[in-house]
């Protein structure tokens, strides 16, 4: 008797191990298997003594159900780990776009790259979504194969509700074809989650880039207790007279950013959509509503449709800080020659006025050569050459004049 007990004891052990084991998702559905087990039990619960003859038998006929219930739970559990929740996992951590941290980008440059990552993206996002489709109908199909024929009733390819509540026939979530329509409907918005999660992934990483607090960016506590973030962006301040520029300009890297996030989202637009059925034209749905269209996202496109055009304050301030050399292009050259030369000036001070523009050019060549503004990085040496030039045209009109001076003592 203390022998019957123990296999008793292991019996309703193993059974509370496998059913912990099978993934939440797959419990109603391996519903049919688990009944076989407990109607393999029950008698033990009513008709059996722990003296019945046929004890052996009904112990045996227990273990099998159990072995085929580890069999197929053992099946399902490994295939819904291996091919569907690492592949979701794999999808929802892989961002679908990678900005090398050190790389700095002109518009055309970006957008290139751009096309390149969501290209390659969309393509592997595709057999990614296909292999979980194919795996999710392996695993319901290796199921229907272990249910009887009464129980594959209604198990085609719409999982029909066999008991419909209420006028709108609602589903009762209770019947067999409900439990594995849930599983599909869970993989799908699993599908549709690890996109979501993604697509913003990646342009949070974008977002985090231009996220430099400008009300602190120009304070040096604020610069010393911030990580200093690359830029991504390269752009030229040029002199485009009659005041300096930035080129490209600021709409234009937004509206480079905005194709950008565009092509981004339309990745999506790759990949098929398989929890809805195909239209009558024989087009597949794809997933590219359901992501350009969240929530979560148009957050996030919306903070980028401006983001660049946010830093103008600081970029008109980074412009305005070359505003001490603006007289070299805005003074009238030969007024100011002619206002020179009408206090009767010595060679000594043509030789001061020439040293001037000396000392500025030289002045001009040993400021920062860059100027960061959020992810944009402002380089000078355009601006620096035209200045540059500019000294040499000062200095020029007024050697010109000393050495007519010069000529006309000689005479």
């Not at 941290?101 to 592997?124: I, N, Q, W």
């Not at 830029?231 to 234009?252: E, G, H, N, R, W």
């Not at 301030?317 to 505003?323: D, E, I, K």
């Not at 001009?364 to 040496?381: C, F, N, P, T, W």
Request: glycine letters at 2%; charged letters at 25%.
């Amino acid at each position: 008797m203390k022998h019957n007990w123990t296999r008793r004891e292991t019996i309703l052990q193993q059974y509370d191990t496998l059913i912990a084991q099978i993934p939440k998702i797959f419990l109603r559905a391996l519903g049919p298997i688990i009944k076989r087990v407990d109607e393999a039990i029950n008698p033990g619960k009513s008709i059996m003594s722990w003296t019945s003859m046929n004890l052996d038998r009904y112990t045996q006929n227990i273990h099998d159900e159990l072995d085929n219930l580890e069999k197929v739970m053992c099946r399902v559990r490994d295939m819904h780990d291996v091919q569907l929740d690492n592949v979701l996992n794999g999808i929802a951590a892989t961002p679908l776009v990678e900005i090398p941290a050190d790389e700095l980008y002109s518009v055309d440059e970006f957008l290139a790259m751009f096309e390149r990552e969501t290209e390659a993206s969309g393509v592997k996002l595709a057999r990614q979504m296909e292999l979980i489709e194919l795996s999710l109908h392996d695993i319901i199909n290796y199921l229907k194969q272990n249910y009887s024929e009464a129980e594959l009733v209604g198990l085609d390819d719409q999982y029909r509700c066999l008991r419909p509540e209420g006028k709108n026939q609602t589903r009762c979530a209770e019947c067999l074809p409900c439990c594995i329509f849930n599983v599909v409907q869970h993989f799908h918005s699993r599908s549709t989650e690890a996109m979501v999660r993604s697509t913003r992934n990646s342009l949070d990483a974008i977002r985090r880039r231009f996220m430099i607090s400008t009300a602190n960016q120009f304070m040096k506590s604020a610069r010393e207790s911030q990580e200093p973030k690359q830029p991504l962006f390269k752009a030229d301040i040029c002199l485009a007279i009659p005041q300096t520029v930035m080129k490209p300009s600021l709409d234009d890297i937004q509206g480079c950013l905005n194709k950008g996030v565009q092509m981004l989202l339309h990745t999506c637009k790759k990949v098929k959509d398989w929890g809805k059925p195909d239209p009558e034209d024989g087009r597949h749905k794809v997933f590219w509503k359901a992501i350009s269209e969240h929530k979560d996202i148009q957050k996030v496109v919306i903070i980028l449709n401006t983001i660049v055009n946010s830093t103008i304050v600081e970029v008109n301030a980074a412009l305005q800080s070359f505003s001490h050399y603006n007289y070299l292009w805005k003074d009238d050259r030969q007024e100011a020659l002619d206002q020179f030369l009408e206090i009767g000036p010595t060679l000594s001070e043509f030789e001061a006025k020439l040293n001037l523009y000396e000392k500025e050019a030289i002045d001009i060549y040993s400021m920062s050569a860059d100027k960061q503004v959020g992810a944009i990085l402002l380089r000078s040496e355009p601006l620096r050459l035209a200045l540059k030039v500019e000294c040499e045209n000062w200095k020029h009109l007024y050697a010109s004049c000393l050495n007519e001076r010069v000529k006309t003592d000689m005479n």
